[in-house]
């Protein structure tokens, strides 16, 4: 299973999967995912790889200890291809419930690459509050 051991160390990186849909929402969630990843905060993986049923990629989801997906608008594409590859949703944000508006504009603000990259953040902080309450937590995410 050469791809889990890529995909999510045990030193504590987080499992990203993003929307990357054609509007302005989907590249917010790529590019906050491309950054996070960039700054050490957890890894990208390859949404297309789950959706697509690919044998490894799935069965890095389902192993991983903490997860967030990050879908563009309510229409949620990234959370129906984790349900429809049997994937547990642990953390999930939509970028049109945080207030920021769907369109056709690609030239992304940085103030909303900001507000999705810390929503992404603190969604990772109650799961790794619950873990390390239970003694479970193999993950160091938040700091």
Known sequence: MKVAKECCTPSG???ILACS?????????????VELTQEGFGKMFCLAGVGGHLGGF????????????????EIGCAKAILE??????????????????KNKDFNLKREEII??????KKSCRGP?????AAGTATVSCCS
């Open 13 to 15: 990186n987080i499992m």
């Open 21 to 33: 849909g054609g509007s302005n929402v989907g590249q917010l969630s790529n590019q906050a995912a």
């Open 58 to 73: 799935v069965q890095s989801a389902k192993d991983v200890p903490q997860m967030v997906a990050i879908d563009g608008c």
């Open 84 to 101: 429809h590859a049997q994937v547990p949703l642990k953390s999930y944000i939509v970028l049109t419930e945080l207030g920021i508006g």
């Open 115 to 120: 507000k999705v990259k810390d929503e992404v």
């Open 128 to 132: 790794l509050l619950a873990q390390t």
